[in-house]
Antibody, heavy 121, light 104 residues
């Protein structure tokens, strides 16, 4: 059974950095592309980044380029999101999600429970 | 970038109603369109993928249609457990979500 568990969230001061983790079980992260999605309080879903199944490529939402870095450790079956220079408007629940592809069409078939990042002085 | 416009942003309905939510892409995305349901405090879950394919285990009262730029999610007879927020998502070029439709 596929299971995703995010961790690493918390309260952090503006300008600091944070690394979020998403540990997978029931499948191998080297088999599927993995994504991060965030959701500010009371707001909609915002896609953040993706890392390809083989780890060779990563892509970011335009507004996330430069401060966000997605990576993975296949030995731990875990993906990461490094966020630098945190801003108050980065306050959000961060979800990791597993991509699946059917007939060439991709969707997210599993999500973690999310980890809350609160940026506040 | 591909932008997704979803409407209405909120919808008041009653049990038994037929409900339709619309999603429009800023350019053609063929059938690279998925629909998710999110309940408060929970992660989203997929309902429909590839515009019209019902995810296994999702009730048949949910259906999706469309291709190109215009898509709809229909709930044929609203049930109590369907009151939630719905998002469309394009996966043609990276990922973009619609703004969401809150069903209340």
């Amino acid at each position: 059974q596929v299971h995703l568990v995010e961790s690493g969230g918390g309260v952090v001061q503006p300008g600091r950095s944070l690394r979020l983790s998403c540990t997978a079980s029931g499948f191998t992260v080297s088999n599927d592309a993995m994504h991060w999605v965030r959701q500010a309080p009371g707001k909609g879903l915002e896609w953040v980044a993706v890392i390809s199944y083989d780890g060779s490529q990563d892509y970011y939402a335009e507004s996330m380029k430069g401060r966000f870095t997605i990576s993975r450790d296949t030995s731990k079956n875990t993906i990461f999101l490094q966020v630098n220079s945190l801003r108050v408007d980065d306050t959000a629940v961060f979800y990791c999600a597993k991509q699946t592809v059917v007939r060439g069409l991709a969707y997210f078939d599993s999500w973690g429970q999310g980890t809350l990042v609160t940026v506040s002085s | 970038d591909i932008y997704m416009t979803q409407f209405p942003s909120s919808l008041s309905a009653s049990v038994g109603d037929r409900v339709t939510i619309t999603c429009r892409a800023s350019q053609s995305i063929n059938k690279f369109l998925n629909w998710y349901q999110q309940k408060p405090g929970k992660a989203p879950k997929v309902l429909i993928y590839a515009a019209s394919t019902l995810k296994s285990g999702v009730p048949s009262r949910f259906s999706g249609s469309g291709s190109g730029t215009d898509f709809t999610l229909t709930i044929s007879s609203l049930q109590v457990e369907d009151f939630a927020t719905y998002y469309c998502q394009q996966s043609s070029n990276l990922i973009t979500f619609g703004q969401g439709t809150r069903l209340e």
